[in-house]
């Protein structure tokens, strides 16, 4: 069993998540780092996700790893796309909302999400790691009384699906365009679930996210990544706190 994940900031909502093994790639539609190829040559196991159809979470470029990925995981409203077609049909499993894939080495579970697409549950040598795509409670101050009532709603139904849920590491939109209410659905989600790790993702261009005092019910410690910057590595164990990596060491 994997007794530690090194996971990269890509860009956006894009990461790769390595065990031993095996790695996880979610939603890359820019790696400017090359972080995606490093993996490439360690790793035998090689798995593709991508939430939904939004061009900052879907590259059609990701078929160029057909001959390497194990298995792409490809939310449905995808196919839509001409592009799509790049995808190598025997690779890939198109997931709808509450849709779930299983083999003897990973198991795959989506989501509805409050956008576009769907979110995914990823179980795995031992872990279980939560990518929410553009599932968030977003709340635009500027909206309508109807429009912010109707994705409050959508967001709360939504959540009756994970209540009570234990993840070890979570990627969760902390969007700055949402202004005040940026990081209202991460706390929401972490409320109600037992999360053990929160990394926060969809804000290209806004500082580093630091959740505030008393931002987690209380008694409850959770380690937060918030990354800025493509590239930027951490480690993470289970029950333990975000160490970065060194790769001038070879960590």
Not at 42 to 49: C, V
Request: glycine share 8%; hydrophobic share 35%.
């Amino acid at each position: 069993m994997t007794e530690s994940l090194k996971i990269t900031y890509l860009l956006n909502s894009g990461f790769v998540v390595s065990g031993d093994g095996w790695a996880l790639l979610f939603d890359d539609y820019r790696d400017p780092t090359q972080a995606v190829d490093a993996v490439l040559k360690s790793e035998p196991r090689f798995y593709i996700f991508a939430s939904h159809a939004h061009f900052d979470h879907f590259n059609p470029a990701i078929s160029r790893f057909a001959a390497k990925a194990s298995h792409y995981f490809i939310s449905s409203d995808i196919r839509a796309l001409p592009q799509a077609r790049r995808l190598p049909a025997k690779k890939t499993t198109w997931l709808q909302k509450y849709d779930g894939y299983r083999d003897d080495d990973i198991e795959v579970t989506s989501f509805d999400s409050t956008d576009e697409g769907t979110s995914f549950l990823v179980e795995i040598d031992g872990w279980r790691i939560f990518h929410a795509g553009d599932f968030n409670w977003w709340h635009w101050e500027d909206d309508t009384p109807d429009n912010i009532g109707f994705a409050r709603n959508g967001f709360m139904k939504q959540m009756k699906h994970f209540d009570g849920q234990k993840f070890d590491v979570v990627f969760f939109p902390v969007d700055g365009r949402l202004g005040n209410a940026k990081s209202w659905g991460a706390k929401e989600f972490c409320c109600r679930t037992y999360t053990g790790a929160l990394v926060t993702m969809h804000s290209v261009g806004y500082p580093r996210w630091k959740p505030e005092v008393n931002f987690f019910q209380p008694g409850r410690k959770i380690p937060v990544w918030s990354p800025t910057e493509s590239g930027e590595t951490m480690t993470l164990k289970k029950g333990g706190a975000f160490e970065p990596v060194d790769e001038t060491r070879g960590d």
